[in-house]
Protein backbone atom coordinates (compact mmCIF):
# COMPACT_ATOMS: atom_id res chain seq x y z
CA UNK A 1 0.00 0.00 0.00
CA UNK A 2 1.12 3.45 -0.64
CA UNK A 3 1.43 5.62 2.56
CA UNK A 4 1.19 8.78 0.99
CA UNK A 5 -0.77 9.32 -2.61
CA UNK A 6 -0.78 13.03 -3.61
CA UNK A 7 -2.41 13.90 -7.24
CA UNK A 8 -2.10 17.11 -9.18
CA UNK A 9 -1.59 19.15 -6.22
CA UNK A 10 -2.31 22.79 -6.68
CA UNK A 11 -1.79 25.84 -4.26
CA UNK A 12 -1.36 29.94 -4.79
CA UNK A 13 -0.35 32.39 -2.02
CA UNK A 14 -1.75 35.58 -4.10
CA UNK A 15 -0.16 36.02 -7.20
CA UNK A 16 2.59 33.26 -5.83
CA UNK A 17 2.31 29.87 -7.27
CA UNK A 18 3.75 27.58 -4.62
CA UNK A 19 2.51 24.05 -5.95
CA UNK A 20 2.01 23.94 -9.68
CA UNK A 21 0.37 20.25 -10.43
CA UNK A 22 2.63 18.05 -7.88
CA UNK A 23 1.72 14.29 -8.20
CA UNK A 24 3.63 11.41 -6.50
CA UNK A 25 3.05 8.45 -4.18
CA UNK A 26 5.72 7.29 -0.96
CA UNK A 27 5.64 3.71 -0.45
CA UNK A 28 4.94 2.49 2.96
CA UNK A 29 8.59 2.19 4.78
CA UNK A 30 10.38 4.71 2.79
CA UNK A 31 12.47 7.29 3.14
CA UNK A 32 11.47 9.98 0.62
CA UNK A 33 13.56 13.01 0.44
CA UNK A 34 11.89 16.13 -1.07
CA UNK A 35 15.15 17.91 -2.18
CA UNK A 36 15.19 21.18 -3.75
CA UNK A 37 16.07 25.54 -2.62
CA UNK A 38 13.96 28.13 -0.60
CA UNK A 39 11.18 28.12 -2.41
CA UNK A 40 10.39 25.41 -3.90
CA UNK A 41 7.07 24.93 -2.24
CA UNK A 42 8.33 21.90 0.20
CA UNK A 43 6.86 23.73 3.05
CA UNK A 44 3.47 24.10 1.53
CA UNK A 45 3.69 20.90 0.47
CA UNK A 46 4.10 19.10 3.72
CA UNK A 47 0.97 21.57 5.34
CA UNK A 48 -1.24 20.22 2.98
CA UNK A 49 -0.40 16.55 3.62
CA UNK A 50 -0.20 17.37 7.29
CA UNK A 51 -3.82 18.48 6.84
CA UNK A 52 -2.56 22.38 8.62
CA UNK A 53 -3.58 24.08 5.18
CA UNK A 54 -6.05 23.30 2.14
CA UNK A 55 -4.62 23.02 -1.22
CA UNK A 56 -6.31 24.96 -4.09
CA UNK A 57 -7.08 21.85 -6.34
CA UNK A 58 -6.23 18.28 -5.84
CA UNK A 59 -6.19 15.34 -3.81
CA UNK A 60 -3.92 14.01 -1.55
CA UNK A 61 -4.33 10.55 0.93
CA UNK A 62 -2.59 9.60 3.66
CA UNK A 63 -2.69 6.08 5.03
CA UNK A 64 -5.77 6.03 3.02
CA UNK A 65 -7.34 8.96 4.26
CA UNK A 66 -7.96 12.01 2.88
CA UNK A 67 -6.13 15.23 3.73
CA UNK A 68 -9.64 17.51 4.05
CA UNK A 69 -12.15 14.66 4.75
CA UNK A 70 -10.47 12.31 7.13
CA UNK A 71 -8.28 15.38 8.62
CA UNK A 72 -8.73 14.45 12.28
CA UNK A 73 -7.52 10.43 11.44
CA UNK A 74 -4.51 12.00 9.90
CA UNK A 75 -3.49 14.07 12.78
CA UNK A 76 -4.00 10.90 14.89
CA UNK A 77 -1.21 8.89 12.46
CA UNK A 78 1.16 11.07 11.41
CA UNK A 79 4.32 13.08 13.57
CA UNK A 80 5.12 16.64 11.78
CA UNK A 81 8.57 18.35 12.28
CA UNK A 82 7.94 22.41 10.95
CA UNK A 83 10.78 23.95 9.57
CA UNK A 84 10.81 26.54 12.13
CA UNK A 85 11.41 25.61 15.54
CA UNK A 86 8.35 24.10 16.48
CA UNK A 87 8.63 23.61 20.40
CA UNK A 88 7.64 25.85 23.36
CA UNK A 89 10.91 27.86 24.10
CA UNK A 90 10.11 28.26 27.92
CA UNK A 91 8.92 24.67 28.48
CA UNK A 92 11.59 22.46 29.92
CA UNK A 93 12.65 20.17 27.41
CA UNK A 94 10.76 17.64 29.27
CA UNK A 95 7.70 19.73 29.44
CA UNK A 96 7.32 19.88 26.24
CA UNK A 97 8.08 16.23 25.83
CA UNK A 98 4.77 15.71 27.84
CA UNK A 99 2.76 17.99 26.53
CA UNK A 100 3.28 16.83 23.23
CA UNK A 101 2.34 13.14 24.53
CA UNK A 102 -0.70 14.29 26.40
CA UNK A 103 -2.17 15.98 23.30
CA UNK A 104 -1.92 12.56 21.93
CA UNK A 105 -3.78 10.74 24.72
CA UNK A 106 -0.33 9.14 25.97
CA UNK A 107 2.78 9.48 28.15
CA UNK A 108 6.19 9.64 27.52
CA UNK A 109 6.22 6.09 30.18
CA UNK A 110 4.32 4.28 27.24
CA UNK A 111 5.84 4.75 24.21
CA UNK A 112 9.77 5.65 26.00
CA UNK A 113 11.22 3.15 23.76
CA UNK A 114 10.30 4.63 20.70
CA UNK A 115 12.54 7.34 21.63
CA UNK A 116 14.71 6.22 23.70
CA UNK A 117 17.76 6.53 21.19
CA UNK A 118 17.02 9.80 20.33
CA UNK A 119 16.22 11.53 23.44
CA UNK A 120 18.75 9.76 25.69
CA UNK A 121 20.99 11.71 24.67
CA UNK A 122 19.28 15.32 25.81
CA UNK A 123 17.95 13.55 28.56
CA UNK A 124 20.73 14.90 31.03
CA UNK A 125 19.33 18.67 30.11
CA UNK A 126 15.71 17.53 30.58
CA UNK A 127 15.06 20.23 33.11
CA UNK A 128 16.73 23.08 30.29
CA UNK A 129 13.98 25.71 28.76
CA UNK A 130 13.89 24.63 25.52
CA UNK A 131 14.83 27.88 24.02
CA UNK A 132 18.37 27.25 26.03
CA UNK A 133 18.98 24.37 23.64
CA UNK A 134 21.87 24.08 21.21
CA UNK A 135 20.16 23.58 17.70
CA UNK A 136 21.47 20.03 17.37
CA UNK A 137 19.07 19.26 20.85
CA UNK A 138 16.37 21.04 19.57
CA UNK A 139 16.36 19.36 16.70
CA UNK A 140 16.51 16.02 18.78
CA UNK A 141 13.58 17.29 20.87
CA UNK A 142 11.44 17.82 18.42
CA UNK A 143 12.14 14.51 16.78
CA UNK A 144 11.35 13.13 20.05
CA UNK A 145 7.67 14.88 19.81
CA UNK A 146 7.00 14.18 16.68
CA UNK A 147 7.64 10.39 17.90
CA UNK A 148 6.09 10.15 21.10
CA UNK A 149 2.54 9.02 19.83
CA UNK A 150 4.07 5.83 17.73
CA UNK A 151 3.24 7.96 14.19
CA UNK A 152 2.66 5.67 11.40
CA UNK A 153 3.77 8.20 8.96
CA UNK A 154 6.59 10.91 10.52
CA UNK A 155 6.72 14.26 8.21
CA UNK A 156 9.90 16.43 8.75
CA UNK A 157 10.81 19.42 7.03
CA UNK A 158 13.93 20.67 6.67
CA UNK A 159 15.12 18.96 9.83
CA UNK A 160 18.57 19.81 9.40
CA UNK A 161 18.79 23.11 8.37
CA UNK A 162 21.08 25.71 10.17
CA UNK A 163 22.57 22.20 11.90
CA UNK A 164 26.20 21.58 12.33
CA UNK A 165 27.51 19.04 9.93
CA UNK A 166 28.49 16.61 12.40
CA UNK A 167 24.77 16.61 14.43
CA UNK A 168 23.30 16.72 10.14
CA UNK A 169 25.20 13.33 10.17
CA UNK A 170 23.95 12.05 13.09
CA UNK A 171 20.35 13.02 12.52
CA UNK A 172 20.19 11.01 9.23
CA UNK A 173 21.51 8.32 11.30
CA UNK A 174 18.29 8.09 13.83
CA UNK A 175 15.94 8.65 10.19
CA UNK A 176 17.43 5.23 9.07
CA UNK A 177 16.85 3.20 12.87
CA UNK A 178 13.20 4.50 12.39
CA UNK A 179 12.97 3.49 8.97
CA UNK A 180 14.12 -0.18 10.00
CA UNK A 181 11.72 0.28 12.38
CA UNK A 182 8.74 0.50 9.47
CA UNK A 183 8.22 3.97 10.44
CA UNK A 184 7.49 6.04 6.78
CA UNK A 185 9.15 9.17 6.42
CA UNK A 186 9.14 12.16 4.23
CA UNK A 187 11.57 14.24 5.01
CA UNK A 188 12.96 17.89 3.24
CA UNK A 189 16.38 19.22 2.61
CA UNK A 190 18.00 21.81 0.65
CA UNK A 191 21.41 19.75 1.43
CA UNK A 192 21.45 17.67 -1.71
CA UNK A 193 24.25 15.71 -0.34
CA UNK A 194 22.05 14.50 2.37
CA UNK A 195 19.83 12.72 -1.01
CA UNK A 196 21.92 10.05 -1.21
CA UNK A 197 20.74 8.66 2.00
CA UNK A 198 17.26 8.44 0.62
CA UNK A 199 15.10 5.33 -1.18
CA UNK A 200 13.94 7.56 -3.33
CA UNK A 201 14.08 11.45 -3.90
CA UNK A 202 11.83 14.24 -5.67
CA UNK A 203 13.97 16.92 -7.26
CA UNK A 204 11.68 19.87 -6.91
CA UNK A 205 11.80 23.42 -8.04
CA UNK A 206 9.48 26.46 -8.33
CA UNK A 207 6.41 23.93 -7.48
CA UNK A 208 7.30 21.26 -9.75
CA UNK A 209 8.32 17.87 -9.64
CA UNK A 210 11.55 17.82 -11.70
CA UNK A 211 11.94 14.07 -11.42
CA UNK A 212 11.55 11.42 -9.02
CA UNK A 213 14.07 8.37 -8.60
CA UNK A 214 16.09 6.47 -6.74
CA UNK A 215 19.53 8.55 -5.76
CA UNK A 216 21.58 6.38 -7.39
CA UNK A 217 19.13 6.28 -10.66
CA UNK A 218 18.81 9.95 -11.11
CA UNK A 219 22.57 10.16 -11.24
CA UNK A 220 23.02 7.65 -13.76
CA UNK A 221 20.34 9.64 -16.02
CA UNK A 222 22.53 12.37 -16.16
CA UNK A 223 22.95 12.90 -19.94
CA UNK A 224 26.34 14.57 -20.34
CA UNK A 225 29.91 13.50 -19.96
CA UNK A 226 30.71 16.34 -17.07
CA UNK A 227 33.79 18.04 -16.93
CA UNK A 228 35.39 19.51 -13.40
CA UNK A 229 37.92 22.46 -14.72
CA UNK A 230 40.20 24.21 -13.07
CA UNK A 231 43.25 27.00 -13.66
CA UNK A 232 45.67 29.16 -12.28
CA UNK A 233 43.45 32.54 -12.92
CA UNK A 234 40.02 30.95 -11.37
CA UNK A 235 38.43 34.21 -11.52
CA UNK A 236 38.51 34.50 -14.94
CA UNK A 237 37.87 30.85 -15.83
CA UNK A 238 33.98 31.75 -16.02
CA UNK A 239 33.47 34.32 -18.43
CA UNK A 240 36.25 32.51 -20.57
CA UNK A 241 34.05 28.81 -20.10
CA UNK A 242 30.73 30.76 -21.28
CA UNK A 243 32.71 32.46 -24.27
CA UNK A 244 33.97 29.31 -25.32
CA UNK A 245 31.15 28.36 -28.03
CA UNK A 246 30.59 24.40 -27.16
CA UNK A 247 29.82 25.16 -23.42
CA UNK A 248 26.36 23.75 -22.54
CA UNK A 249 26.34 24.49 -18.96
CA UNK A 250 28.73 26.13 -16.49
CA UNK A 251 28.12 26.25 -12.89
CA UNK A 252 30.69 27.19 -9.83
CA UNK A 253 31.22 24.47 -7.65
CA UNK A 254 33.30 24.26 -4.60
CA UNK A 255 37.03 24.73 -6.25
CA UNK A 256 36.11 24.21 -9.28
CA UNK A 257 33.54 24.74 -12.49
CA UNK A 258 31.73 21.90 -13.32
CA UNK A 259 30.73 21.76 -17.21
CA UNK A 260 29.25 20.38 -19.99
CA UNK A 261 29.95 20.41 -23.53
CA UNK A 262 27.57 20.45 -26.59
CA UNK A 263 28.40 18.53 -29.51
CA UNK A 264 31.42 19.88 -31.37
CA UNK A 265 33.71 21.03 -27.85
CA UNK A 266 35.86 18.06 -26.78
CA UNK A 267 37.95 19.06 -23.21
CA UNK A 268 41.19 18.79 -25.29
CA UNK A 269 39.79 21.74 -27.70
CA UNK A 270 38.50 23.59 -24.37
CA UNK A 271 41.95 23.43 -22.79
CA UNK A 272 43.50 24.33 -26.11
CA UNK A 273 41.13 27.13 -26.24
CA UNK A 274 41.86 28.57 -22.33
CA UNK A 275 45.78 28.45 -23.00
CA UNK A 276 45.11 30.89 -25.55
CA UNK A 277 43.07 33.48 -23.43
CA UNK A 278 45.75 33.27 -21.32
CA UNK A 279 44.77 30.82 -18.65
CA UNK A 280 48.06 28.41 -17.20
CA UNK A 281 47.84 25.36 -15.11
CA UNK A 282 44.46 24.52 -16.88
CA UNK A 283 43.19 20.96 -15.60
CA UNK A 284 40.18 19.27 -16.91
CA UNK A 285 39.02 15.96 -15.56
CA UNK A 286 35.65 14.05 -16.38
CA UNK A 287 33.75 13.19 -12.85
CA UNK A 288 30.81 11.41 -11.74
CA UNK A 289 27.87 13.81 -11.31
CA UNK A 290 26.29 14.19 -7.79
CA UNK A 291 22.60 14.87 -7.07
CA UNK A 292 23.29 19.04 -7.34
CA UNK A 293 24.69 18.40 -10.94
CA UNK A 294 21.63 16.19 -11.85
CA UNK A 295 19.47 19.58 -9.89
CA UNK A 296 21.62 22.11 -11.94
CA UNK A 297 21.09 20.47 -15.53
CA UNK A 298 17.31 20.02 -14.99
CA UNK A 299 16.59 23.50 -13.60
CA UNK A 300 18.82 25.19 -16.14
P1 LIG B 1 10.14 25.97 0.69
O1 LIG B 1 9.64 25.26 1.91
O2 LIG B 1 10.63 25.03 -0.37
O3 LIG B 1 11.15 27.04 1.01
P2 LIG B 1 7.55 27.30 0.62
O4 LIG B 1 6.46 26.31 0.47
O5 LIG B 1 7.81 27.85 1.99
O6 LIG B 1 8.89 26.71 0.00
O7 LIG B 1 7.27 28.54 -0.33
C1 LIG B 1 6.90 28.39 -1.70
C2 LIG B 1 6.62 29.77 -2.28
O8 LIG B 1 5.45 30.30 -1.64
C3 LIG B 1 7.72 30.79 -2.02
O9 LIG B 1 7.78 31.64 -3.14
C4 LIG B 1 7.26 31.53 -0.79
O10 LIG B 1 7.77 32.84 -0.77
C5 LIG B 1 5.74 31.51 -0.98
N1 LIG B 1 5.02 31.49 0.31
C6 LIG B 1 5.09 30.55 1.27
N2 LIG B 1 4.27 30.82 2.30
C7 LIG B 1 3.64 31.98 1.99
C8 LIG B 1 2.66 32.79 2.64
N3 LIG B 1 2.16 32.44 3.82
N4 LIG B 1 2.25 33.92 2.01
C9 LIG B 1 2.75 34.26 0.81
N5 LIG B 1 3.67 33.55 0.12
C10 LIG B 1 4.11 32.42 0.71
Same mark, same amino acid.
Given at each position: ? =?????????? =????????? !???????????? !???? @??????????????????????????? !?????????????????? @?????????????????????????? #????????????????????????????????????????????????????????? @??????????????????????????????? =?? $??? #??? *????????????? =???????????? *??S?K??R???D?????? *???????????? *???????????????LMQKGHS???????? @????? $???????
Amino acid at each position: M =SAVIVDQLYK =SYGKTRALN !GVSFSVDEGELY !GIIG @PDGAGKSTLFRVLTTLMLADKGQAQVM !GYDVVKDYRKIRDIIGYM @PGKFSLYQDLTVEENLRFFATVFNTT #IEENYHLIADIYKQIEPFKHRKAGKLSGGMKQKLALSCALIHKPKVLFLDEPTTGVD @PVSRKEFWGMLLKLKRQGITILVSTPYMDEA =SL $CDR #IAL *VQAGEFLQVDTPR =SVVSRYPATLLA *VRSGKMHRLLGDLRDYPH *VNTSFSFGTAFH *VTLREGGSPDDLKAYLMQKGHSDVAIQAIL @PSVED $CFMLLSK
